[in-house]
């Protein structure tokens, strides 16, 4: 924390599971609730800083994990089809809110969560 000036921005990174968790998910849903929980309370002590602090929350998105035996053959065939676009984002579709939250065009935006699910709200 003291390396971060005034106009910083600290980005975390939760998931769509911290709202709407999976069955078998469990452990990793916890974590990504806490870190919704972290970033909401940190943005309120970091303010007098003038850091802002933001996550985001994304659904599901081709990464590494899926191809390399993240998920059965079944699961990545099927991979992004429940939410209501009827597929998985592309990282370049989630890289522009990153960069967003980082600039200095977000300097209103703290304690935020921001969801990039294919249309499944988080509440």
């Known amino acids: 924390m003291p390396h971060l000036k005034p106009g910083a921005a600290i980005i975390n990174t939760t998931s769509i599971q911290a709202y709407d968790p999976s069955q078998s998910l469990v452990d990793y849903a916890m974590t990504k609730t806490a870190i919704v929980s972290f970033s909401k309370s ?9 850091v802002r602090v933001n996550a985001v929350a994304p659904g599901p998105f081709w990464t590494a994990l899926q191809p390399s035996g993240g998920q059965t053959q079944e699961k990545v065939e099927k991979f992004g089809s429940e939410v209501p676009l009827g597929r998985p984002g592309q990282p370049v579709e989630i890289a522009p809110v990153y960069v967003l939250l980082a600039s200095q065009e977000a300097s209103f935006i703290t304690g935020e969560v921001y969801g990039v699910t294919g249309g499944v709200g988080i509440a």
């Open 42 to 50: 940190l943005s309120k002590q970091m303010i007098e800083k003038g």
